[in-house]
């Protein structure tokens, strides 16, 4: 455990950031903490850097604070990196490394800490749940709770996921006393998805594949594709878990393309395949039953190398 308040004391500047492309707990644990920290330490300039959101969190406090691109000659007194290694902060690697103190939260069992001070905990639901476990309630309000919430329902499927545990649903339970509408913004940020996303979804899953017995299934969206739905990778979430839930299927793969014979790869799975050492092996990272990486070589090259790695942990069964 770490305590907030002797980390940012006397502390005149500080920057919280989060991985590239950030997800649901990323933008959770990062609005959270900023919103916190403007109160615990009044006297200090804090900073929220962090890639464009999607609009679903749009109506988050703070949100409309973010920094996209800092470029600013400072050295921070204090860096939180927050649900990531500091390798995926994008911009805020270089101030992270800069930075006086460095403190790292997060909650994937891949990352060993890259902080002077670490929060590494891997059997918590979702970084959001480390960040509550180190604010004084005196300082939580209505908008903390709310962003801390939306990391949580996001990196848990709403509370389906096997990493829920009964002190999920026990701060889940408090967060919603602060007030705000849980409902709304389950639907709202989770499973609500536009017209071009819905369509995005179809395609992804009319024209997958399984392969070895059945056992995994697999699809890809090309940058052209993307182009023509005009659409970005924000506009993916989703597909990888509804190809998860495919009766008899043990390990998803979806796959979109990011660059030349590049793609951006992510998994999910059962408890027959630990997809977080499959991303590890690649240079990726995450959790037992959700992971990712990137990948270069042309499509068929991808799944075939995938498929070795997944074949040895479905054969040790």
């Known amino acids: 455990m770490i305590y907030l308040r002797e980390i940012c004391q006397n502390a005149k500047s500080i920057a919280i950031g989060g991985h590239v492309r950030p997800d ?43 920094y996209n691109d800092f470029s600013e ?18 911009v805020g690697e270089a101030y992270f490394d ?27 639901s979702a970084t959001c749940e480390l ?15 709310k962003a801390i919430y939306i990391g949580m329902i996001h990196d848990t499927g709403v509370f389906q996921y096997s990493n829920t545990s009964p002190k999920t649903l026990i701060t889940a339970a408090k967060l919603i006393g602060y007030g705000f509408n849980f409902s709304e913004i389950i639907d709202q940020t989770f499973y609500e998805k536009t017209y071009v996303q819905s369509q995005i979804m179809g395609r992804a ?34 597909i ?26 992510s998994m999910r799975s059962t408890d027959r395949v630990n997809v977080s050492e499959v991303a590890v092996y690649f240079g990726g990272g995450g959790h037992k039953k959700a992971a990712g990486c990137t990948m270069r070589g042309t499509f068929h090259d991808v ?7 997944i074949a040895k942990q479905l054969g040790e069964k």
């Open 205 to 238: 899953i009319l024209e997958s594949f399984l392969f070895m017995d059945g056992k995994c299934a697999v699809s890809c969206i090309t940058k052209k594709e993307l182009e023509f739905y005009e659409a970005g990778s924000q506009d993916l979430e989703g």
């Open 24 to 66: 649901g707990d990323c933008v959770g644990s990062t609005v959270s903490l900023y919103l916190y920290l403007k109160k615990l330490v009044p006297t200090a300039r804090v900073v929220l850097i962090l890639e464009q959101p999607s609009h679903v969190f749009g109506d988050l406090k703070g949100v409309n604070e973010i």
């Open 131 to 145: 960040v509550y476990d180190l604010l004084e309630e005196e300082y939580i309000d209505e908008d903390i709770a």
């Open 303 to 309: 799944i075939n190398n995938l498929s070795k790695e």
């Open 98 to 124: 800069k930075a006086i103190k460095k403190v790292n939260i997060d909650h994937h069992i891949s990352n060993n800490g890259s902080g002077d001070f670490n929060y590494i905990d891997s059997k918590a």
């Open 73 to 90: 000659d400072v050295v921070f007194d204090v860096f939180f990196a927050l649900d990531t290694v500091k390798d995926r902060l994008g």
């Open 240 to 265: 990888v878990n509804q190809l998860r839930i495919i009766k008899g299927v043990e390990c998803a793969i979806f796959m979109h393309e990011t660059g030349t014979l590049e793609y951006k790869v």
